[in-house]
Nanobody, 124 residues
Framework: QVQLVESGGGLVQAGGSLRLSCAASGRIFSSATMGWFRQAPGKERDFVAAISWSGGSTYYADSVKGRFTISKNNAKNTVYLQLNSLKPEDTAVYYC?????????????????WGQGTQVTVSS
């Protein structure tokens, strides 16, 4: 079992930055691919970014590429998502997730554990 707790969300003006954190406990964190997804009101949950178990590979949705950065600290059992140049359309609840088995990194069903989410609101 893995518990994931996100933090760092909040209200920010367009062009601003936030850093989201996701602290993991339970199962060995270092062997997990970690992902971030987001869900805007009335929309489906979408892939944002993912990082391999070693941290050596990262993946981003086209909509956030160049603005968001995912990183992982295995010693602290924490994954981060740095959000820069935020836009109103980035407003959503952001979820972190852990994937321990094979599966496509951008597909929700590939992930075994999910956090409760943290709200990010970007005002124009």
């Amino acid at each position: 079992q893995v518990q994931l707790v996100e933090s760092g969300g909040g209200l920010v003006q367009a062009g601003g930055s936030l850093r989201l954190s996701c602290a993991a406990s339970g199962r060995i964190f270092s062997s997990a691919t970690m992902g971030w997804f987001r869900q805007a009101p009335g929309k489906e949950r979408d892939f944002v970014a993912a990082i391999s178990w070693s941290g050596g590979s990262t993946y981003y949705a086209d909509s956030v590429k160049g603005r968001f950065t995912i990183s992982k600290n295995n010693a602290k059992n924490t994954v981060y998502l740095q959000l820069n140049s935020l836009k109103p359309e980035d407003t959503a609840v952001y979820y972190c997730a852990a994937k321990y088995y094979s599966g496509i990194y951008y597909t929700q069903s590939s992930y075994n554990y999910w956090g409760q989410g943290t709200q990010v609101t970007v005002s124009s």
